[in-house]
């Protein structure tokens, strides 16, 4: 049976799955099976965000409903192109659903989906890599890979604005693997302190990564000594510490940047803050600009080399564990939005 998990936007909590049988295939199309994706706090991040960041238009649903996007792999399980086989294997953008379709542009390295409904959408989430059959990598690559590229991109835009001169970067929701992917790149590059905040359970996991200088419960930022100036990386999308650190560091703080919404809840209103305004990263646009910047190729090399040596290390600190069926799917989102998986857990799920 086809399927699609439904999550409704004004209440994330409330889920439904809808019987989906997929459509036959228009010429160029092509269906993809989905065999397992990961599950983790950033795919509730695009859920909270779904709206103005336009998330929910990727894979659309019924009136007040959606698909929350994914990262994960897919068989194709038939073709109406030419250059696409069935069997293929391909890792990307995927709804929480059985099956996707897309209009398919093959190309070097995958394809890209080009239906009319994902245009004016950013590109970066319309590619496919292809991939093989050697499924060892499946839960370190679905759970990882989208999040580190995040934390590669905001490094290296740090890096080119010199760290806004600051000697201090304060990481709020340090637990978080984006947060995690980015200590790592900055504690290899040593140009400033790596400062975490996190929660009081969260502390000890945090301390023993070993790519943090400093780490602080939350409660303890206000009397830290935290060298100056610091540059803030936000990561909880909590309205209330967004604003105790900009009152910690007030003129002393060089930058403020806004990331992810892994305290969902907490979010609102960011004005009348000390200091600078707190200026969104959206990843899609520095890749973009990357990609033109370091000309073909460019990208991929300069990623890849990072992306290895973090997901060497990964093993260390982050345990892989799989669960299937429409139940199992329910319970772990339902768990992801309440912030009680744990830290040092990967969720992968497959239909």
């Known amino acids: 049976m086809a399927w699609d998990f439904l999550v409704a936007k004004a209440d994330l909590r409330q889920t439904r799955f809808q019987a989906a049988d997929p459509p036959p295939l228009e010429d160029g199309q092509v269906r993809l099976a989905v065999e397992n994706f990961a599950l983790t706090a950033n795919n509730v991040t695009y859920a909270a965000f779904g709206e103005a960041m336009r998330y929910w238009d990727f894979f659309p649903g019924p009136e007040g409903w959606g698909r929350v996007p994914v990262w994960g792999h897919a068989r194709v399980e038939a073709s ?113 302190k790596v400062v975490g905040l996190t929660s009081p359970r969260g502390r000890a996991f945090v301390e023993g990564l070993g790519v943090y200088d400093q780490v602080l419960a939350y409660d303890d930022l206000p009397g830290a000594t935290i060298e100056r100036p610091a540059v803030s990386v936000d990561f909880a999308g909590d309205a209330d510490l967004l604003r105790a650190v900009h009152e910690t560091f007030g003129e002393d703080l060089a930058y403020s940047m806004l990331v992810g919404g892994a305290h969902w809840e907490a979010g609102g209103r960011q004005g009348g803050l000390p200091g600078p305004r707190p200026v969104f990263f959206f990843a899609p646009d520095r890749i973009a600009k990357r990609r033109q910047d370091w000309g073909p190729g460019g990208f ?49 799920l497959a239909p």
Request: aromatic share 8%.
């Open 80 to 192: 109406a192109h030419p250059e696409v086989a069935v069997g293929r294997r391909f890792y990307g953008y995927l709804p929480m659903s059985t099956h996707l379709t897309v209009q398919a542009r093959p190309g070097r390295a995958g394809l890209v989906d080009t239906a009319p409904h994902r245009q004016g959408l950013a590109a970066a989430y319309n590619h496919y890599a292809a991939v093989d059959d050697d499924q060892g990598q499946d839960d370190h690559r679905a759970l990882l890979q989208p999040l580190f590229i995040t934390s590669f991109l905001i490094e290296d835009f740090l890096d080119e604005h010199a760290g806004f001169g600051a000697a201090s970067v304060v990481l709020t929701s340090a637990s978080s693997k984006t947060a995690i992917g980015l200590a790592h790149l900055l504690k290899q590059r040593a140009a400033t």
């Open 300 to 348: 991929d090399q300069r990623y890849g080399e990072a992306w290895t040596g973090f997901v060497a290390d990964a093993p260390r600190w982050l345990h892989a564990r799989r669960a299937q069926g429409p139940e199992a799917i329910a319970a772990a989102w339902l768990a992801q939005v309440n912030g009680e998986t744990r830290p040092d857990v990967g969720v992968t």
